[in-house]
């Protein structure tokens, strides 16, 4: 019903800076919350941020002061701005979408496959 696709990832030196894109496609009209996860090898995949449908932000400890997360839904589009980048950031970083269960939403979440964020020291 939803389809998510990341785009924006690649290799860059500690201190830079980077923006994800994740385009959305499909019943838009059903999404409720989006975010960013990511999952570095041999660990859990973790939120680095969340935005609500009415705007509200929350952020990972790790990442708060240096992420911006924001959308723009007319272009149906989730954002991830990434300053003073950390060796520690490095992992992949998925885009979630949460729907609605009413109408004819389905009610589930949707995941993108992926883009590799690699972050030198």
């Known amino acids: 019903q939803v389809q998510l696709v990341e785009s924006g990832g690649g290799l860059v030196q500690a201190g830079g800076s980077l923006r994800l894109s994740c385009g959305a496609s499909?019943?838009?009209?059903?999404?409720?919350?989006m975010g960013w996860y990511r999952q570095a090898p041999g660990k859990e995949r973790e939120l680095v941020a969340g935005?609500?449908?009415?705007?509200?932000?929350n952020y990972a400890d790790s990442v708060k002061g240096r992420f911006t997360i924001s959308r723009d839904n007319a272009k149906n589009t989730l954002y991830l701005q990434m300053n003073s980048l950390k060796p520690e950031d490095t992992a992949v970083y998925y885009c979630?979408?949460?729907?609605?269960?009413?109408?004819?939403?389905?009610?589930?979440?949707?995941w993108g496959k992926g883009t590799l964020v690699t972050v030198s020291s």
């Open positions: 935005i609500t449908g009415g705007g509200g932000t």
């Open positions: 499909g019943h838009t009209g059903c999404i409720t919350a």
């Open positions: 979630k979408a949460d729907t609605r269960s009413t109408g004819l939403c389905y009610g589930m979440d949707y």
